[in-house]
T-cell receptor, first 117, second 117 residues
């Protein structure tokens, strides 16, 4: 398909386990964003990549959260030593434009619903 | 600080009636505003954006939004609601601060729209 693809769609993990969430952006999209959406809330920014460079990670809640995009396409969000408060939907979005072209919308994937037991 | 407020948790409207979903914003400088819709267990779908120009913006699925600078509002509207419009609607503003940079979105908490037959 032509959209942003995220996997897995659902992930259940025990507290303390590490998890990895994958995002396949739309082909050719330079910008990639990760958001966290808690139940009943709007998405909150986690981190931003321009190609392979992570230019903004100000939204990552702790050093247990790590994101990478080594070849400028697929991205992985990793959470180490998961806690119950990490339970949320993690959304990935991509955009065609570089950061300076502010008019381009972000296109979102369907998200990964993470549940920590 | 830049922010978005959606004052209504839920909006109920009868099918065929006009609908309005409210959004107010607080930004420094010119706002860049977006509306997204989210269906259950899906990611966010882009509806429309305001960057500059006409205050009435037309978007997907018959939706439109009116930008009002003096009232700092960007309300979403549709002349005739459909049952299939029932979903969660998010207003968002582009974070244009230096620290925000790179165009991350700041979302409101969302408004659930329920259209009754």
């Amino acid at each position: 398909g032509a959209g942003v693809s995220q996997s897995p769609r659902y992930k259940v993990a025990k507290r303390g386990q590490d998890v990895a969430l994958r995002c396949d952006p739309i082909s050719g999209h330079v910008s990639l964003f990760w958001y966290q959406q808690a139940l009943g809330q709007g998405p909150e920014f986690l981190t931003y990549f321009q190609n392979e460079a992570q230019l903004d990670k100000s939204g990552l809640p702790s050093d247990r959260f790590f994101a990478e995009r080594p070849e400028g396409s697929v991205s992985t969000l990793k959470i180490q030593r998961t806690q119950q408060e990490d339970s949320a939907v993690y959304l990935c979005a991509s955009s065609l434009a570089l950061g300076q072209v502010i008019s381009q919308p972000q296109h979102f994937g369907d998200g990964t619903r993470l549940s920590i037991l | 600080a830049q922010s978005v407020a959606q004052p209504e948790d839920q909006v109920n409207v009868a099918e065929g009636n006009p609908l309005t979903v409210k959004c107010t914003y607080s930004v420094s400088g010119n706002p860049y505003l977006f509306w997204y819709v989210q269906y259950p267990n899906r990611g966010l779908q882009f509806l429309l954006k305001y960057i500059t120009g006409d205050n009435l913006v037309k978007g997907s699925y018959g939706f439109e939004a009116e930008f009002n600078k003096s009232q700092t509002s960007f309300h979403l509207k549709k002349p005739s609601a459909l049952v299939s419009d029932s979903a969660l609607y998010f207003c968002a503003v582009r974070d244009m601060t230096l620290s925000g940079g790179y165009n991350k979105l700041i979302f409101g908490a969302g408004t659930r729209l329920a259209v009754h037959p």
